[in-house]
């Protein structure tokens, strides 16, 4: 997986490959001030309004151009393993990690909401919703989107619950994870290629169009767009994260060798056995 600070080159051209460093320093636990938010919020905005007119109208069509352009950057979404979690939350229980993790995505996707809903509007030029989003709102998307994935791909890490494959393909099927709000069961087979399917691709679509359709409610004027971002992205971090939670439960009791303590509120359900094979 990509450690914390650390983005691999993109193969894309100059403009991709900042948006995708942008979207990895927004997503990860590095503290920014609200002025330096902006600032990183603002060029990311600039470039993609760039991204989206050398796309066309065909190319941002249904969404296909916002997705192809998560599934791009990916890759630079900083995703830590457990004993670098310990390490960073050091003296805490496997539940208390999680809620800290938990608190911390929801801290990150409340302030990139209140500074995403605070910056005037950059207009893309063509009709429907994903065509005249303003740009800054679509930057908001993907770093919501990839603070989520991250959550949820350590998550996995905290309770335990691995998916096979390289850190390319491991972190895809966590961004598929995010595109259906939860977890991955490991004992679904194929776990790994359902994160590269065509699928795979129309849910993260969908999901991405919902996300920014969210966002677009935001633009009030300046002090309200601002509080409707922070506040609603906070009630969608908090809800899914209740979800993932709940799904990794029931499918790891175990994070390496140590018993985890139940989700509060939650028993914890046996897991189906697998079912027989075919005959």
């Known amino acids: 997986m990509t450690s914390e600070g650390a983005h691999p080159v993109s ?63 990916v890759p630079r979404i900083p995703v830590r393993d457990l004993e670098t979690l310990r390490a960073h939350h050091p003296g805490l229980t496997l539940e208390a990690l999680a809620d800290d993790l938990v608190r911390g995505a929801v801290n990150r996707t409340t302030a990139v909401g209140a500074a995403g809903g605070a910056l005037a509007a950059v207009q893309f030029t063509a009709p429907p919703l994903l065509l005249t989003a303003p740009a800054q709102i679509v930057a908001e998307t993907l770093v919501v989107a990839a603070i989520e994935t991250k959550l949820i791909a350590e998550l996995h890490e905290v ?52 996300t920014l359709g969210r966002h677009m409610t935001t633009l009030g004027p300046l002090l309200t767009g601002a509080l409707a971002g922070g506040s609603l992205n906070r009630a969608a971090t908090k809800k899914l994260a209740e979800k993932v939670r709940d799904d990794l439960s029931r499918y790891g009791t175990l994070a390496r060798g140590i018993a985890h303590e139940p989700h509060p509120g939650h028993h914890l359900p046996l897991l189906p056995p697998p079912s027989p094979p075919p005959t």
């Open 159 to 210: 309770y335990g619950v691995q998916v096979q494959g390289g850190a390319a393909e491991r972190t895809m099927v966590y961004a598929v994870a995010w595109a259906r709000q939860r977890g991955v069961n490991p004992l679904e087979s194929g776990s790994l290629s359902v994160g590269l399917g065509s699928a795979a691709k129309a849910a993260l679509r969908k999901r991405m169009m919902r």
């Open 11 to 73: 193969p894309q051209g100059s403009d991709e490959q900042e948006i995708g460093e942008l979207i990895g320093r927004l997503s990860g636990t590095e503290e920014l001030d609200k002025s330096e938010r902006g600032r990183l919020i603002g060029r990311l905005a600039q470039l993609l309004g760039g991204s989206a007119k050398a796309a066309g109208v065909k190319g941002l069509a249904g969404g296909k151009w916002l997705a192809d352009l998560f599934t791009g950057i």
